[in-house]
Structure formats: structure tokens, C-alpha cells
């Protein structure tokens, strides 16, 4: 065997080798991703949605907005009753949440252009009449302005995860294949050039 084909071929095993690495570095990548945040600073913005009712206001027929709090990827609402004929008066507790956000068990009420709305619990039927005021307001004052994209690093959703695991694992077993291959084809060539 001439120098040059030892050298063509030793090429051609790094070239295999090479090309098997970063099939194996792309399946593992984790890509950078995107979650949408309501920003700092948006207090005012968060507000405005009822207008023009504002903090300790009756925002709707009934309850007075009482409290909110604002945080990455929901608004958190407490509607105090005035009064509510024929009921015991209890706060109405709502949440604004991203419209791609898991409801896990939550009543989702309507949706606006950034929110759905929505419940823990069921609402009776004056609550019921309170959230479709309260819809109304919001879908009115919402221009869906209030997500700012940011990127993490680390998240659930980022990766292939374990739905990758037998395909790394057929990679790792064709590149143990090429490597041994490989050697064994240069042991042989050697020992036949030798005698």
C-alpha cells in the first residue's frame, strides 16, 4: 500500500468520524427558546386594562378591584363585593394567564387579545354576570402589547429529551461500528503490507 492511500483512508476515518460527532452534537443540542414575559414595568399597563376603573374602584357591578399582582406569565385579580343580593359576600379571585399557558384544572372564563381569563373555582351565577363585565372591560383596554419575548437556557421543553435516547444510542452503536471497522481494516492492511 502506497503512502498516499494509507493517508487517503486514515482522511476518509477522521472524515467518518468527524461527520458521526456532529450528527451526535446536533441530536444533543439544546436550542436556545423564547418565553413570553410580561416585562418589568408594566404596573401601569397591567391597570389600564380596567379603565377606567382603577385599584379599590368597583370595576364591575358589585366588586371592587381590591388587588393585583403581576407576575411573568399571569395576573393575579381580587374582586371584593360591595353587595351581592342573595349571597354570602366572598372575594372573587381571577387570573389573567398567557393563552398558551396549561389551565391545570382552572375554569377558563373567555379570552381577550394576551389572556384568557380564568377561575379556580366555578362561579355562581352573579359571579358569572361579574367576569362577562369584567371580559368585556378587559377585551376593550387589551391591546395586546404585554408579552416581551426573552430567551432561557434551561427549560422543560428544550432538547430531545428521553424521546432521543434510542436514536443517540443507534448513532452511538453505528460510530462504535465504524471505529472498530476502521481499525480492524488498518490492522490487516499493515499486517498484509509486512509480509
Not at 103 to 108: E, P, S, T
Given at each position: 500500500?502506497?503512502?498516499?492511500?494509507?493517508?487517503?483512508?486514515?482522511?476518509?476515518?477522521?472524515?467518518?468520524?468527524?461527520?458521526?460527532?456532529?450528527?451526535?452534537?446536533?441530536?444533543?443540542?439544546?436550542?436556545?427558546?423564547?418565553?413570553?414575559?410580561?416585562?418589568?414595568?408594566?404596573?401601569?399597563?397591567?391597570?389600564?386594562?380596567?379603565?377606567?376603573?382603577?385599584?379599590?374602584?368597583?370595576?364591575?357591578?358589585?366588586?371592587?378591584?381590591?388587588?393585583?399582582?403581576?407576575?411573568?406569565?399571569?395576573?393575579?385579580?381580587?374582586?371584593?363585593?360591595?353587595?351581592?343580593?342573595?349571597?354570602?359576600?366572598?372575594?372573587?379571585?381571577?387570573?389573567?394567564?398567557?393563552?398558551?399557558?396549561?389551565?391545570?384544572?382552572?375554569?377558563?372564563?373567555?379570552?381577550?387579545?394576551?389572556?384568557?381569563?380564568?377561575?379556580?373555582?366555578?362561579?355562581?351565577?352573579?359571579?358569572?354576570?361579574?367576569?362577562?363585565?369584567?371580559?368585556?372591560?378587559?377585551?376593550?383596554?387589551?391591546?395586546?402589547?404585554?408579552?416581551?419575548?426573552?430567551?432561557?437556557?434551561?427549560?422543560?421543553?428544550?432538547?430531545?429529551?428521553?424521546?432521543?435516547?434510542?436514536?443517540?444510542?443507534?448513532?452511538?452503536?453505528?460510530?462504535?461500528?465504524?471505529?472498530?471497522?476502521?481499525?480492524?481494516?488498518r490492522k490487516r492492511k499493515r499486517s498484509s503490507a509486512v509480509e
Amino acid at each position: 500500500m502506497y503512502s498516499s492511500e494509507v493517508t487517503t483512508h486514515a482522511s476518509r476515518s477522521h472524515l467518518a468520524a468527524a461527520l458521526a460527532l456532529t450528527c451526535l452534537s446536533a441530536l444533543t443540542a439544546q436550542p436556545a427558546r423564547a418565553d413570553r414575559v410580561i416585562g418589568p414595568g408594566q404596573e401601569d399597563h397591567v391597570l389600564s386594562l380596567f379603565a377606567p376603573a382603577g385599584l379599590g374602584d368597583e370595576v364591575v357591578t358589585g366588586y371592587r378591584l381590591m388587588d393585583v399582582s403581576i407576575r411573568s406569565r399571569e395576573i393575579l385579580l381580587r374582586l371584593d363585593p360591595t353587595s351581592v343580593p342573595g349571597a354570602a359576600p366572598r372575594p372573587l379571585q381571577v387570573r389573567l394567564v398567557a393563552l398558551d399557558e396549561p389551565l391545570d384544572g382552572a375554569v377558563a372564563f373567555a379570552d381577550s387579545e394576551s389572556f384568557a381569563l380564568v377561575t379556580d373555582a366555578q362561579p355562581s351565577d352573579s359571579e358569572r354576570a361579574a367576569l362577562e363585565q369584567l371580559v368585556t372591560r378587559v377585551r376593550e383596554n387589551d391591546d395586546g402589547s404585554f408579552w416581551v419575548e426573552v430567551a432561557t437556557e434551561n427549560g422543560a421543553s428544550e432538547g430531545m429529551g428521553s424521546a432521543a435516547l434510542p436514536y443517540l444510542a443507534a448513532l452511538a452503536a453505528v460510530v462504535a461500528v465504524v471505529v472498530v471497522t476502521v481499525v480492524v481494516r488498518r490492522k490487516r492492511k499493515r499486517s498484509s503490507a509486512v509480509e
